[in-house]
């Protein structure tokens, strides 16, 4: 465990910034393990491959990851002079969001719930 106040603690963690560029997708309507699939497909794979699969991958998590990964290439040119031919995803993963809670009826006066799920998804690209 660390030693000292939350604080300090919490400074010497942020100190140590990732200075890849990245994308971050936050409340997106897709359920984490629906995002996953894509994600695994196009993981570690150079930029130009991953674009080429999302666009020819039919499930609709694609359209939104694509977009995703265009901003963080966007990123990569303007904020860190990099350039978009040796670029790589190092990195992509979707954690839990918040979700929307809905009722179903149902027979004899009963009610379902229905879960709508949101994820966050992250996309971070790497130089070779």
């Known amino acids: 465990m660390a030693k000292g106040h939350r604080a300090q603690i919490k400074r010497e963690r942020n100190a140590q910034n990732d200075k890849r560029p990245s994308a971050k997708l936050s409340y997106a309507r897709i359920p984490v393990q629906k995002a996953c699939f894509v994600l695994d497909a196009i993981r570690g794979k150079d930029v130009q491959t991953a674009l080429g699969i999302l666009s020819y991958n039919p499930r609709y998590a694609s359209s939104v990851i694509k977009k995703l990964l265009e901003s963080a290439i966007a990123n990569a040119e303007n904020n860190n002079n990099m350039q978009a031919d040796k670029l790589y995803v190092a990195e992509c993963y979707a954690?839990?969001?918040?979700?929307?809670?809905?009722?179903h009826p149902r027979a004899q006066g009963r009610a379902y719930r229905i879960f709508k799920r949101m994820s966050h998804i992250t996309v971070v690209l790497d130089e070779r």
């Open 95 to 103: 954690g839990d969001g918040p979700i929307m809670k809905r009722i």
